[in-house]
């Protein structure tokens, strides 16, 4: 059974920073394309960063960030352990939110945020991150 449960999230000052897990089961992360999203209360689903699929040909990690994150959140995964990470930095209160993993699960699945919102079919459980003073 393909589960994902994530964890790390928790409530922060302005400025500080937190590390997101999210636990895999049921399957190996590297075979698919992963990715973060997050949704707040009275706001849309919003895609945050995905990681490609690893294999003979795509050997190295492509990743794609939203503006809104990029250059302050940084995804990566433990293949050992099968791990999805998200550190998060110079957080703000805009960044409270419901943070959610999530999986494609076909390898030819497009990586991209926008699938990750609208097509992966697997999520986990969520963790709250509350930024505040």
């Known amino acids: 059974q393909v589960q994902l449960v994530e964890s790390g999230g928790g409530s922060v000052h302005p400025g500080g920073s937190l590390r997101l897990s999210c636990a895999a089961s049921?399957?190996?992360?590297?075979?698919?394309?992963q990715g973060w999203f997050r949704q707040a209360p009275g706001k849309e689903r919003e895609g945050l960063a995905v990681?490609?699929?690893?294999?003979?040909?795509?050997?190295?990690?492509?990743?794609t960030y939203a503006d809104s994150v990029k250059d302050r959140f940084t995804i990566s995964r433990d293949n050992a352990r099968n791990i999805l990470y998200l550190q998060m930095n110079s957080l703000s209160p805009e960044d409270t939110a419901m943070y959610y993993c999530a999986t494609a699960l076909r390898p030819s699945a497009e990586c991209s945020l926008q699938q990750l919102i609208t097509r992966f079919p697997v999520r986990g459980q969520g963790t709250q991150v509350t930024v505040s003073s």
């Open positions: 990681i490609n699929r690893n294999d003979r040909i795509n050997r190295n990690d492509r990743t």
């Open positions: 049921g399957y190996s992360i590297p075979n698919y394309c």
